[in-house]
């Protein structure tokens, strides 16, 4: 699995499924974005169409909701 966040001081949504999955001790591989930066919108581009943080990848499955992936990742 990918989580795709932003900064974890200002991102409180970031932090919902990073601290989740850090705490379960379940494997994932953490990708920061810069918020609030020129290339932003282009890195995020890359990871999902909603230009939102944070994004999961789990396979060819996406999710980008923090509830989502919370969902999703104790199912």
């Known amino acids: 699995m990918k989580l795709v966040i ?3 001081n200002y991102s ?3 932090l919902r499924p990073w601290f989740l999955l850090s705490f379960h001790g379940v494997p994932f591989e953490e990708v920061r974005v810069p918020l609030n930066q020129e290339g932003t919108h282009v890195a995020l581009g890359r990871y999902t169409e909603a230009g939102k943080v ?5 396979g060819d499955l996406t999710v980008w909701d923090s509830l989502a992936i919370c969902e999703y990742v104790i199912a």
Do not use: A, F
């Open 6 to 8: 932003g900064n974890k």
């Open 12 to 14: 409180s949504w970031s």
């Open 54 to 58: 944070p994004v999961l990848e789990d």
